[in-house]
Nanobody, 124 residues
Framework: QVQLVESGGGLVQAGGSLTVSCLAS??????????MAWFRQAPGKEREFVAA????????RYADSVKGRFTISRDNAKNTVYLHMNTLKPEDPDVYYC???????????????WGQGTQVTVSS
């Protein structure tokens, strides 16, 4: 079993930056072997893919809506994945979820492990 806990959410002005983190715990070999991803969700809307990274960090994917603004990274020694967000917009969805799974994809249901989410509010 893998547990994921997000942190770092908060209030930021439009155009500002914020980094959210996800700490993974559980059986060490399971965490080390997993791809990690970020999804986000606005009220009343479906959860959408943001970014994903393989265990090695050599393969990364981004949603078109965040390319050039967001950066995903991971520190396997700390069992932590990060999402650094630049140029935040008021229309960026506000709850960010960390996910872990066996392969890197942009598909929500391929990730069996999820965190509880962290709130990011962008003020205009």
């Amino acid at each position: 079993q893998v547990q994921l806990v997000e942190s770092g959410g908060g209030l930021v002005q439009a155009g500002g930056s914020l980094t959210v983190s996800c700490l993974a715990s559980g059986r060490t070999y399971s965490v080390d072997a997993m791809a990690m991803a970020w999804f986000r969700q606005a009220p009343g809307k479906e959860r959408e893919f943001v970014a994903a990274i393989t265990r090695s960090g050599r393969s990364i994917r981004y949603a078109d809506s965040v390319k050039g603004r967001f950066t995903i990274s991971r520190d396997n020694a700390k069992n932590t994945v990060y999402l650094h967000m630049n140029t935040l917009k008021p229309e960026d969805p506000d709850v960010y979820y960390c996910a872990a799974g066996p392969i890197i994809t942009s598909t929500l249901n391929t990730y069996p492990y999820w965190g509880q989410g962290t709130q990011v509010t962008v003020s205009s």
